[in-house]
Structure formats: structure tokens, C-alpha cells
């Protein structure tokens, strides 16, 4: 047996390199957790030398870290494991030539850039729609779906809970609706910081970083994991629960909206995490169209968050770019529930006890 990666129970783990490399990153993370907060105030970006050093401790640890994940093996990415081309090149093309547009749109047209970000504009009705879309998909899966319903009691628990997870961050971004109807705000909600019916503006900044945190874990980090790691689709919950690894390419995006939190350790290492996850995609990609698509999606990533830092000026209000943040973080939560609900592929969930043992030609993705 190589020992590059040994088996146990069927499951894939690192090996022993794999782990050293692993707890290398952390040191090198530690070390920089001593020098910066990690929910840092929102501010202008810091670009001196300092800063600078900083970042580049964090990029080697970040790269050393993911290295570790795959190390040893030889993982293979494909975007679609369709005979067509949706959902996955599709919607994957969709999402970054969104991209493209809003990185047009605030380098030609600035002014505009910043009115389509403001309260009731449509960005913000465009991240409240599309986590409202996902919430139905979900729902519409564990009630309609015939695969779904025949799996596990927990299973089903956890994606009622997912789609309510989805509907909650969505009557948040609006806040429930109050605006609409015009609804006076309860004195409770008078130490909130836009005095609106909503809880996550009684602590902003923490609020934000751990949603936009918990969103790059599981669109982005989930999805490569289960990239180096392929067994994980093996089983029945984590083939619903683990995106698929092209959920990355599209979960990327997100992270490079990045100004007024670009000091925080936490927004650095979401960026820096995706563009180095996206090209090991490339640099391991099947197909030579998969991997044009994967290299123009870390063109457009670091190239987003380079012009972002440099252009700030554009910035009507300091915290613009996170609602487009807002706006590209459920985007990627529909292709995933559409993805996973509605159209899983050629494999899907197999219904509950069943196996792939009396059928060799059965294959997980």
C-alpha cells in the first residue's frame, strides 16, 4: 500500500506530512493573530509596509495550510459532472460574468456602483430575493423530493433547519418587512444601530464577520474539502450537505469584496484561502476548458480585490462593497440548493440503506 495517503475504514485521511504541514500554517496564523484583532474596526484599508509583511505572513501560512490538504495525492476537478451544461459551467459563467459587470460598473460608472447598493435598492432586494429562492428550494426538496424524503429523520432535520437558516438571514436583510409596511419600530429595538427591527445591527461588525466567515467555510472550504478528499460524497449526508467542488469557484467571488474589512484577519484568509483553493482546481482540472474557466476566475478574484483596494475613492460610503458582498454570498447559496435539491446530477441521493455494491458503474461525485 503507498504511503501517501492511507486509508482507514474507506475514508481518505492526510498523512502524517500532511498534518505537519497543516500545524506549520496554524503557527504561522497564530503569529499573526498576535499582531491584528480579528474582528478589526471597519476602516480605511492599511497598505504600508507593515501591513504589507503581515499580509504576506498570512499568504505563506494560508498557502502551506491548503498545500496540506492535498498533499501526497492527486485529486482531479471537473465542473460539470453533467452530459449537459447546467447547472454547473452555466451558472458558474453567470456568476462571474456578474463579476465582470459589477467590477465594470464600479470602475466606469462609480456613482451608479454606489446608488444600486443603497437601502431598498436593488442589491439589497437582489440578496434578500436570492436567499428567499434558496429557502423555497430547500423547503420544496424536503417535502416534494421523493430521494429526500426517503432518507433519515436528522437528515431531513437538517435541511428544515437549512431552509430556515436561509429565510431568517433573508427577513434580516430587510428587516422583516418593517419598511414595507411601515411598521414604528418596538423601544427594544432602540439600542439597535439603525433603529430597525432587526438583531444583527445590535452588533454589526461581529455579526457580519461571522456570517460572511461561516459562508466562505461552507461555499468554499466545504467544496475543496470535498475535492481533496472525494470519499466524502460517498455519503448520503454529505453528498447534500457538502457542496460540490465547482461551488467554490462560484463561493469565491464573495471574498473579494473586501475594503473597509480588509485589515481583519478573517476577511485576509477568506481571500487569500479561495484564490490559492481555485488554483489548485486549475492546476489539478480534467478538462482544459475547466481549467480556463477556474484561472479566469482567479483572474477576476484578485484582480477585483486589487481594484477595490487601489480605487477606494469610488466608495461613495466606506461599507458599500459588502453589500454586494451581501449580494454574491446567496448567489452562490442558490447555484448550491438548486445544484443539490433540485438537480444533483447524474448520482443524487440514494434512498436511505442503499448502496452502490450491486451496481460497479455507480460513481459519487
Known amino acids: 500500500m503507498s504511503r501517501k495517503s492511507i486509508p482507514t475504514n474507506g475514508v481518505e485521511t492526510p498523512n502524517w506530512r500532511c498534518l505537519l504541514l497543516c500545524f506549520a500554517a496554524i503557527i504561522g496564523l497564530e503569529v499573526f493573530y498576535l499582531s491584528e484583532a480579528v474582528f478589526a474596526v471597519e476602516r480605511l484599508p492599511e497598505l504600508s509596509l507593515p501591513y504589507l509583511i503581515r499580509s504576506g505572513v498570512l499568504l505563506a501560512a494560508t498557502a502551506v495550510g491548503v498545500w496540506g490538504f492535498v498533499y501526497g495525492r492527486s485529486p482531479k476537478f471537473q465542473i460539470s459532472q453533467s452530459p449537459g451544461?447546467?447547472?454547473?459551467?452555466?451558472?458558474?459563467?453567470?456568476?462571474?460574468?456578474?463579476?465582470?459587470?459589477?467590477?465594470?460598473?464600479?470602475?466606469?460608472?462609480?456613482?451608479?456602483?454606489?446608488v444600486l447598493s443603497r437601502e431598498d435598492y436593488p442589491v439589497e432586494w437582489g440578496s434578500a430575493l436570492l436567499l428567499f429562492a434558496s429557502s423555497f428550494l430547500a423547503a420544496y426538496a424536503l417535502f416534494a423530493n421523493p430521494l429526500i424524503k426517503a432518507q433519515s429523520p436528522f437528515l431531513k432535520f437538517m435541511l428544515g433547519l437549512l431552509s430556515a437558516v436561509f429565510f431568517i438571514i433573508a427577513m434580516e436583510e430587510i428587516s422583516w418587512f418593517q419598511r414595507v409596511i411601515d411598521i414604528k419600530s418596538p423601544e427594544s429595538f432602540a439600542g439597535n444601530a439603525q433603529a430597525e427591527m432587526n438583531l444583527h445591527n445590535f452588533a454589526t461588525n461581529e455579526i457580519e464577520y461571522i456570517y460572511y466567515f461561516c459562508a466562505f467555510g461552507f461555499l468554499?472550504?466545504?467544496?475543496?474539502?470535498?475535492?481533496?478528499?472525494?470519499?466524502?460524497?460517498?455519503?448520503?449526508?454529505?453528498?447534500?450537505?457538502?457542496?460540490?467542488?465547482?461551488?467554490?469557484?462560484?463561493?469565491?467571488?464573495?471574498?473579494?469584496?473586501?475594503?473597509?474589512?480588509w485589515n481583519s484577519v478573517l476577511t485576509q484568509f477568506a481571500f487569500f484561502?479561495?484564490?490559492?483553493?481555485?488554483?489548485?482546481?486549475?492546476?489539478?482540472?480534467?478538462?482544459?476548458?475547466?481549467?480556463?474557466?477556474?484561472?479566469?476566475a482567479i483572474a477576476l478574484l484578485v484582480t477585483s480585490q486589487l481594484v477595490f483596494l487601489i480605487n477606494g475613492s469610488n466608495f461613495g460610503r466606506l461599507w458599500t462593497i459588502t453589500e454586494y458582498k451581501e449580494f454574491f454570498i446567496p448567489l452562490a447559496f442558490l447555484v448550491y440548493s438548486w445544484d443539490a435539491f433540485i438537480n444533483p446530477g447524474p448520482v443524487g441521493l440514494l434512498p436511505a440503506g442503499s448502496s452502490t455494491s450491486g451496481n460497479p458503474q455507480a460513481k459519487y461525485v
Open 273 to 296: 484561502s479561495s484564490t490559492i483553493m481555485l488554483c489548485f482546481f486549475a492546476a489539478n482540472a480534467s478538462l482544459r476548458k475547466d481549467r480556463i474557466i477556474v484561472v479566469g
Open 220 to 261: 468554499v472550504v466545504l467544496p475543496f474539502l470535498r475535492f481533496a478528499f472525494p470519499s466524502l460524497g460517498r455519503n448520503q449526508f454529505m453528498n447534500l450537505f457538502v457542496p460540490k467542488p465547482y461551488v467554490a469557484v462560484v463561493g469565491a467571488v464573495a471574498c473579494a469584496y473586501n475594503y473597509d474589512m
Open 85 to 114: 451544461p447546467w447547472p454547473e459551467r452555466l451558472s458558474t459563467a453567470v456568476v462571474l460574468l456578474g463579476t465582470l459587470a459589477c467590477l465594470a460598473l464600479f470602475t466606469v460608472f462609480p456613482r451608479l456602483f454606489n
